[in-house]
């Protein structure tokens, strides 16, 4: 990956507090626990704690950044082996910016949430039929 496509994504040299504020700011504790399911979003939030949990907790650190490069830049999305890049890591071509934060509702996470589920059992039920077959 180039100096450039790194410089190209909207992480790069955005502190995790930052990063946290402009969520915030944009969507609500609320929306955020709905969407992301962080009980640091729910349980006494604050940006303070919620930064903190974040730098000690790699796993939860990710989902927040995928959902901000994703949902709040909406950037175009990894797929296949680059997916397994964190994403300080990926790098966006040139050329490629940031838009708008998409608007989110209760609604429309309930819906991407049951659509991400239905997929995950198709792929559950391919997976298992290609096992089968391989028999």
């Known amino acids: 990956m180039s100096i450039e496509e790194q410089q190209n994504n909207p992480l790069h040299g955005l502190s995790t507090e930052t990063m946290v504020t402009k969520l915030v700011k944009f969507y609500g504790w609320d929306l955020l626990y ?11 939030p604050s940006v303070p704690s919620t930064v903190k949990f974040l730098k000690k907790t790699e796993w939860a ?6 959902f901000y490069l994703y949902r709040f830049c909406q950037m175009p999305k ?3 082996e680059d997916f397994d890049i964190p994403p ?8 490629i910016v940031p838009l708008e934060p ?6 429309m996470i309930a819906a991407m949430k049951e659509q991400a589920e239905e997929a995950y059992q198709a792929r559950q039920e391919q997976s298992r039929q290609n096992d089968f077959q391989a028999e």
């Open 88 to 95: 300080r890591a990926r790098g966006f071509a040139n050329g």
């Open 34 to 44: 709905a969407a992301l399911g962080l009980n640091c979003f729910q349980t006494n």
């Open 78 to 80: 990894f797929r296949g």
């Open 61 to 66: 650190r990710y989902k927040v950044e995928n």
């Open 102 to 107: 998409m608007e989110l509702t209760f609604g």
